[in-house]
């Protein structure tokens, strides 16, 4: 594992590391994204500052959670009504595009490391085998019971009954039942641990994690095989483009698949980002690291998004809807 791996991961855990970004006063490390609409999308600091653009990322206004922990994951709802959940158990939620900040008690204190939702159905997983669950557009949060002690990393939901949860250790959850029962599923290709997990529909899936590691499932995750990995480097996050395209992202770039995920090879940027997040805004493909927002620009080709500068003042404002 590469020095910057280890300093990464020593920063997304719950080891006291600062990120080189984060040592400047307007520091900002991009950790998650959300676009609940077409032109809306929302790119959240983990040292509590949110960015908001309103016309797919022509301008942008940053805007204050009021968070004095790292801040780990966000979701929205809607263009107003999102989460931002981080260190301790904290959960904030908003009901005006991020302009104000109300805390909701969960009753639990360990870090939250993820947020999803389908429709008015969401979850959060975090250290210790947390996993909460909400009906009502999170309102309102109850404990489920995951039979795990490991920290869980990320959360998928398809709909309100399927969702798949990784981890720690190769920890793989499944749910059919919106949460009522929790699958641990045994696999001995996850030899390492996993940060992401993605479904295109309910039988087909890809996982990948620590080492380079890809696993396929083309039965809802009951059963996973290891693919073919053309590196070894930490892999963050999986999703698919307009074109079937397959995307990972890791730290110098990009794994792409051009034939629906079966086979993924290299796909290097023109920098180090350090890429940890991808998203859809609109029709377009997104890619967050941890100062810059890359966009799909051609088939295999991204360019940087040059209107936010996640460290550089609080930028052009933009009303959002």
Request: aromatic letters at 10%; proline letters at 4%.
């Amino acid at each position: 594992m590469s020095l910057a791996t280890l300093v990464r991961l020593a920063a997304l855990t719950a080891i006291p590391a600062i990120p080189l970004a984060a040592q400047a006063g307007n520091s900002c490390w991009l950790r998650a994204a959300a676009s609940p609409a077409p032109t809306v999308a929302y790119a959240l600091c983990q040292q509590g500052p949110l960015w908001a653009t309103a016309d797919a990322g022509a301008t942008w206004s940053k805007r204050e959670t009021g968070a004095k922990v790292k801040l780990r994951s966000m979701a929205f709802l809607d263009a107003k009504r999102g989460f931002v959940a981080g260190d301790g158990g904290l959960l904030l939620a908003t009901q005006d595009g991020g302009q104000t900040w109300a805390s909701r008690d969960v009753k639990v204190k360990e870090h939250l490391m993820d947020i999803s939702f389908s429709g008015q159905s969401g979850w959060i997983v975090g250290y210790m085998g947390v996993v909460l669950h909400t009906n009502d557009g999170g309102q309102t949060w109850e404990k489920q019971n995951p039979k795990t002690n490991q920290t869980l990393e990320t959360v998928f939901v398809l709909d309100p009954d399927h969702a798949w949860i990784v981890g720690w250790a190769g920890t793989i959850l499944r749910t059919t039942d919106g949460g009522k029962t929790w699958t641990i599923v045994p696999c001995e290709a996850a030899q390492w641990s996993l940060t992401s997990v993605y479904f295109k529909d309910a039988n087909n899936g890809w996982m990948a994690g620590f080492n380079g590691q890809i696993l396929r499932s083309k039965d809802g995750g009951a059963t996973w095989q290891m693919q073919p990995s053309p590196v070894k480097s930490w892999l963050t996050n999986i999703a698919f483009d307009a074109a079937n395209r397959g995307w990972i992202t890791f730290d110098d770039g990009f794994l792409v698949s051009e034939d629906g995920g079966e086979t993924w090879k290299l796909q290097s940027t023109d920098g180090r980002y350090f890429l940890g997040r991808l998203l859809h805004v609109g029709k377009s493909l997104w890619a967050v690291g941890q100062s810059v927002i890359l966009k799909q620009a051609d088939g295999l080709k991204w360019s940087k998004i040059e209107s936010l500068k996640a460290n550089s003042g609080p930028g052009t404002s933009a009303t959002l809807p």
